[in-house]
Nanobody
Framework: QVQLVESGGGLVQAGGSLRLSCAAS????????MGWYRQAPGRQRELVAD???????SYADSVKGRFAISRDNGKKTVYLQMNSLKPEDTAVYYC??????????????WGRGTQVSVSS
């Protein structure tokens, strides 16, 4: 069994900052890419940022220069530092991991999400 547990969401004023964390646990052999997605009401889930096991990073254009993704491989944890938040960043943020289990099956896993709300 694999679990991804997010934390760090909340309500913040525009211009503020939040830091999200996502810890993976369970029968994990290795983790490839970890990432953050978000879904606003009435919109499709979209990639915010992801990071490979070797540190290659991708960002959505809308967050470049404001958000920073990082990971601690030893802790199986990925972080998302969000600065200069805007009301349009309001969404449920989901953690995602592409990984191999201890039975060597590859799978894509999701956390349950954490709400980020930015007031104007």
């Amino acid at each position: 069994q694999v679990q991804l547990v997010e934390s760090g969401g909340g309500l913040v004023q525009a211009g503020g900052s939040l830091r999200l964390s996502c810890a993976a646990s369970g029968t994990i052999a290795s983790i490839n890419t970890m990432g953050w997605y978000r879904q606003a009401p009435g919109r499709q889930r979209e990639l915010v940022a992801d990071i490979t096991s070797t540190g290659t990073i991708s960002y959505a254009d809308s967050v470049k220069g404001r958000f920073a993704i990082s990971r601690d491989n030893g802790k199986k944890t990925v972080y998302l530092q969000m600065n200069s938040l805007k009301p349009e960043d309001t969404a449920v943020y989901y953690c995602n991991a592409d990984l191999y289990t201890t039975t060597y099956s590859r799978g894509n896993y999701w956390g349950r999400g954490t709400q980020v709300s930015v007031s104007s």
